[in-house]
């Protein structure tokens, strides 16, 4: 399984983007994935964002982005989207995609066997 997160750049403050995660690499069924999103911010740990469920059943955020981004699958696509609204500095980081074939609702980078390589988000203020 290889995971490849896109969708990063520079945005000013109060904007949106939409991150995207794309699975590849053999024949799997993605939509059975648990999948992930974490971010690290400059000088800070890895912290979760959101993550969902096999087959999009269910989503779990941190309070510190509930509300304000959205996470979806399309299954068709093997595609992942964390699409992200009014954006904060505070929201400045790398953002990484993790998937893991257990298939449950997990916050935890440990419940995670599979990473992309990351995306850098910056907002400006």
């Known amino acids: 399984v290889q995971l490849q997160a896109s969708g990063g750049g520079l945005v000013q403050a109060g904007g949106s983007l939409r991150l995207s995660c794309a699975a590849s690499g053999g024949s799997f069924n993605f939509n059975r994935h648990a999948v992930g999103w974490f971010r690290q911010g400059p000088g800070k740990e890895r912290e979760f964002v959101a993550a969902t469920s096999r087959f999009g059943t269910a989503t779990y955020y941190a309070a510190s982005v509930k509300g304000q981004f959205t996470v979806s699958r399309d299954g068709a696509k093997r595609m992942v989207y964390l699409q992200m609204n009014s954006l904060e500095p505070e929201d400045t980081a790398v953002y990484y995609c993790?998937?893991?074939?257990?298939?449950?609702?997990?916050?935890?980078?440990?419940?995670?066997?599979?990473w992309g390589q990351g995306t850098q988000v910056t907002v400006s203020s």
């Open positions: 993790a998937s893991d074939p257990k298939g449950g609702l997990y916050s935890h980078a440990r419940e995670y066997e599979y």
